[in-house]
Nanobody
Framework: QVQVVESGGGLVQAGGSLRLSCAVS????????MGWFRQAPGKEREFVAA????????DYGDSVKGRFTISRDNGKGTVYLQMNSLKAEDTAVYYC?????????????????WGQGTQVTVSS
């Protein structure tokens, strides 16, 4: 059984930084693409960032470009999201996801496994 576990969420002031981590375990197959989505109250789930196994394919949502950085440690089956210059509108539950696509995808249907989410709250 695959497990996707996020950590690192919390409360931070606007302008601050947080680093989210996500570990995928339970299978010997390495997922091609790992990424992050978020969902704020009353809003649809939004693509944040994704990175392929090779690292050659990376994509970011428009609202986070230049502020967030995704990285991964394939040996550990872990993906990270470094979030800088946080804004109140970044407040959301952040979900880690993994899938078999060979390229980073902004579409949630491209991903097969999802974590339970971690809350990020940015105070203004």
């Amino acid at each position: 059984q695959v497990q996707v576990v996020e950590s690192g969420g919390g409360l931070v002031q606007a302008g601050g930084s947080l680093r989210l981590s996500c570990a995928v375990s339970g299978r010997t197959i390495n997922f091609n693409t790992m990424g992050w989505f978020r969902q704020a109250p009353g809003k649809e789930r939004e693509f944040v960032a994704a990175k392929s196994w090779s690292g050659l394919s990376t994509d970011y949502g428009d609202s986070v470009k230049g502020r967030f950085t995704i990285s991964r440690d394939n040996g550990k089956g872990t993906v990270y999201l470094q979030m800088n210059s946080l804004k109140a509108e970044d407040t959301a539950v952040y979900y880690c996801t993994a899938g078999g696509a060979s390229r980073a995808s902004m579409k949630d249907r491209s991903y097969d496994y999802w974590g339970q989410g971690t809350q990020v709250t940015v105070s203004s």
